[in-house]
């Protein structure tokens, strides 16, 4: 059985992470989640010692939690978190 990189393991802990949240309701631990992803998946698709395969299974589930995320998303958070990215 192949090992799995850390990197990959980092993007699987964080979708797990978001998914806690988002189950909670913790609107705040997704967002800080999603920072975060964006992060590690970056560095997953760099790493030299990926696992096309597995790496393109966990971005499916990464990408279903973003499909349930934007459509259970309260309309005053995705507003607040939008105004919170806009520069003056």
């Not at 998946?41 to 790496?55: C, G």
């Not at 939690?65 to 939008?82: D, F, G, K, N, S």
Request: charged share 25%.
């Amino acid at each position: 059985m192949p090992l799995v990189c850390s990197s990959l393991v980092d993007v699987i802990r964080t979708r797990k992470a978001m998914q806690t949240a988002f189950e909670v309701g913790d609107w705040d631990g997704v967002k800080a989640c999603d920072e975060r992803l964006g992060r590690m998946l970056d560095a997953a698709f760099s790493d030299d010692n990926r696992d096309n395969t597995a790496l393109v299974a966990e971005l499916e589930k990464v990408l279903a939690m973003y499909a349930r995320v934007v459509t259970y998303l309260p309309e005053a958070t995705a507003q607040r978190w939008l105004c919170a990215t806009q520069t003056p």
